[in-house]
């Protein structure tokens, strides 16, 4: 036999034995981080001891972040970070004072904990982001992110790299610069006490395992289109105001994926999308102080508004209608606020459309809200003159709401919000709905202001609350009232 023949008899036979026997596992991977020296006092939060390895290898000591959450309280949790492939390994150690149980959030994770004295371990398998609470203590608890590996430093011209150490904005700025094109990497180990600006930028990536520090504003797109921002995760605090995770406005073609925020400031929303068209977000974990996702009408568009007062000259790509928007697989524990939200704000000189917003397969672990204008997991207002068609929740899973609504969809006109009525909400689906009803929520809403500002077309499709399938409105505690066309419960 000729040795082309023997080598392709081997290849041959090697191919059958995989098939018949599966493909071999992967070994099992485990990426920790470092935490720069500058931060190794200032950033800490002694509430508790992590550690992680993969089945039989040594342990390796986790970075336990100090991370400020609910603007109302303003406490102290902790966070820790790490990726790997295969399976590892945790123990967690509560450091200060005894505890009696310690529970998973949220619910739909099976993470199986099991308890030696005072320390908890657990096996990973996937990637997960969840959070730890001690005797139910949801303001001091532990956020432990444990990713994938991201994708590695990209090669080119365009690359802008940030290595592990701090790095803050050139003299004067807050922001770090960027260019149209460029591909920005955030090592594993980066902490960036800055954010970043894409105003008019096209075709810009933004990645890696890195961090932002209290940025404020973290990652601001105004016009900008072809965007994709991965794998970071953000930290603000309550230094500022309005410190969000990301504002979308303006903008066309934006991707975001696998992020993680908190915030913890007054009016700190985690994404918000306004005047966008074809956004999607995915894989993403969130714990906010303001609004989780917020999908908007109004331009907010200061540096337009003040081009044309200077020049006289109007924008000559005004923003247009909120089109295409695609929010699925979250993770999301709300402080204040609602969860998901669309509408509510508009411009009455220039009125828009939202439609064709989908959310689908989110948690939401916890939501707190006493204001009732803005409660609701699942919330629709339809004010200044904006008019939302074809909005579906679907898969949204609900662990608890302290305080708040499960579902709150109104076309109306709020005199403390708005100067004029929406045009009204026409095509919403809520399917799949899963509510614990653990903890005192108030009753649902859907209300219509008028025959011009009415709720039109509205399916609720296998809602469950408690354990129990709701079949009518009264059932689920969802008042109905006003102009209301076309509402189906099944």
């Known amino acids: 036999m000729s040795r082309k023949r023997t080598r392709a008899l081997r290849a041959a036979t090697a191919l059958a034995a995989v098939m018949l026997l599966g493909a071999p596992a992967l070994a099992d991977t485990l990426r ?81 904990l099991q308890r030696r004295g005072s320390v ?14 001690f005797d139910d203590d949801r303001l001091r608890n532990l956020h432990i992110i444990a990713g994938a590996p991201p994708a590695p430093r990209p090669t080119g011209d365009d690359v802008v790299y940030f290595g592990p150490g701090v790095h803050v904005p050139p003299q004067g700025l807050d922001y770090f610069p960027v260019k149209s094109g460029q591909r920005v990497y955030l090592e594993g180990g980066a902490v960036l006490r800055g954010a970043f600006d894409l105003t008019g930028l096209t075709d810009v990536k933004i990645s890696g395992r890195g961090l932002l520090w209290d940025p404020g504003r973290a ?51 985690g994404i918000n999308i306004s005047t966008s068209q074809h956004v999607k977000v995915r ?39 909120t089109v295409d928007i695609d929010v699925r697989n979250m993770r999301l524990w ?53 008019l939302i068609r074809d909005v579906t929740f679907s898969d949204i899973r609900v662990d608890r709401i302290e305080e708040g609504k499960l579902i709150n969809i109104v076309a109306g006109n709020n005199p403390r919000y708005n100067t004029a009525p929406g045009r009204g909400i026409d095509g919403v689906t809520l399917r799949n709905i899963t509510f614990t009803g653990e903890g005192l929520p108030g009753p649902s809403i859907i209300r219509g202001l008028s025959a011009g500002t009415a709720v039109r077309n509205l399916t609720i499709e296998t809602l469950r609350i408690g354990g129990k399938a709701v079949k009518a409105a009264a059932d689920g505690d969802i008042a109905v009232s006003g102009n209301v066309e076309g509402l189906k419960v099944r």
């Open 120 to 133: 908890v371990r657990m096996t990973l398998t996937r990637p997960e982001r969840f959070s730890l609470q």
């Open 334 to 386: 709300v402080d204040v606020a609602h969860a998901l939200y669309v509408g509510h704000f508009g411009d009455n000189a220039d009125p828009r459309t939202i439609r064709d917003v989908t959310f689908d397969n989110i948690d939401v672990a916890n939501l707190d809200e006493d204001d009732p204008d803005w409660e609701g997991v699942m919330a629709i207002y339809s004010g200044d003159s904006t």
């Open 32 to 112: 920790v981080y470092p935490v720069p020296p500058a931060l190794l006092y200032s950033a800490h939060n002694d509430d508790f001891t992590v550690r992680v390895r993969t089945p039989g290898g040594e342990w390796r000591d986790l970075y336990e972040y100090r991370v400020q959450v609910d603007t109302d309280t303003k406490q102290n949790a902790s966070m820790v970070y790490f990726d790997f492939d295969g399976t590892v390994e945790l123990e967690v150690l509560k450091n200060n004072g005894r505890f009696d149980q310690v529970s998973v959030a949220p619910l739909s994770s099976k993470i199986q």
């Open 283 to 321: 894989d993403g974990y969130l714990r906010v102080s303001d609004d989780a996702v917020v999908v908007y009408a109004v331009a907010d568009c200061p540096i337009c508004r003040q081009k044309a007062a200077r020049t006289g000259i109007p924008d000559p790509n005004p923003p247009g209608d």
């Open 219 to 269: 990652i601001d797109l105004e016009t900008a289109s072809d965007i994709e921002v991965a794998d970071l995760i953000l930290v603000n605090s309550d230094r500022k105001d309005a410190a969000r995770v990301m504002n979308i406005r303006n903008s066309k073609n934006v991707s975001v994926h696998d992020v993680t925020g908190f915030t913890s400031g007054k009016w700190s929303d």
